[in-house]
């Protein structure tokens, strides 16, 4: 979704890695490591940048979800979603990330009235256990950077303890046949039915549609679009 925190080096040019950087292992101050790719390069020369949102909306729109409906966008970064979802006239929007300086950047450029930001880390969560439950659940490639057992259930219990009932989840991640690297990070892939695994029966598959991304560097990566409805 836009300027989502899935931050891979804006001149990153093989299809294995989403992006290089400075960092080549993943025993890293992760806070530290999304503060630096967004303090150190325009937010429109990032490798998550995106300007094209139809792929989001496509889903959104699809839940048919209301304009006052709580949103919350997960590794928000300073995302140009949630200025849309403002243009639109949704009202009740949370963003989220590990980078205090993605979300500084985004507040001073959205309108408060509309928006809430959280600072937290999603693999060992504080202030976000205290939010009230939400109606969407939005994720453009923060999962595939969960590739340990326990950081992954550490997220799917976060989702499915704040999701309402008959709330939506997207999640859009790396493809199976998406980059294996991002920032000099292992990824993990997945796929439709992978996600559901995750989830659990008591959340139904919508919609699922497989997307190439164009990167600002011109180079591509494959996508899997997935939308879930909490039915129990």
């Known amino acids: 979704m ?4 899935s931050s891979c080096d804006i001149n990153a040019n093989k299809s ?15 806070k530290s490591h999304w ?10 020369k990032l490798g998550w940048f995106e300007t094209d949102l139809s792929p989001m909306f496509q889903l959104i729109l699809k839940s048919e979800i209301q304009k006052n409906a709580s949103i919350i966008n997960i590794g928000a970064g300073s995302t140009t979603l949630a ?5 639109q006239g949704f009202t009740n929007i949370i963003a989220t990330d590990i980078s205090d300086v993605a979300l500084q950047n985004l507040s001073k450029r959205v309108d408060s009235s509309y928006l809430k930001t959280i600072a937290d880390d999603l693999t060992n969560p504080s202030e976000l256990l205290k939010i009230e439950k939400v109606d969407l659940w939005i994720d453009r490639a923060v999962l595939h950077f969960f590739i340990e057992e326990k ?26 046949q998406g980059a294996t690297k991002c ?10 039915e992978m996600f559901q695994e995750k989830l659990g029966a008591d959340f139904k598959l919508i919609e699922s549609f497989d997307y190439t991304y164009s990167m600002p ?3 591509e990566r494959e996508y899997v679009y997935s939308l879930f409805q909490k039915t129990k």
């Open 35 to 44: 503060n630096k790719a967004y303090s150190n390069n325009p937010e429109n």
């Open 151 to 176: 950081d992954q259930e550490t997220y799917f219990n976060l989702l499915k303890e704040k999701v309402n009932l008959n709330g939506f989840v997207i999640l859009a991640e790396f493809n199976l």
């Open 2 to 5: 836009n300027t989502s925190n």
């Open 83 to 87: 200025d849309e979802l403002i243009s």
């Open 217 to 219: 560097s011109g180079d």
């Open 183 to 192: 920032s000099g990070l292992t990824v993990k892939r997945y796929n439709a």
């Open 16 to 30: 294995s890695c989403c992006c290089a950087s400075e960092s080549k292992t993943e025993t890293i101050d992760l």
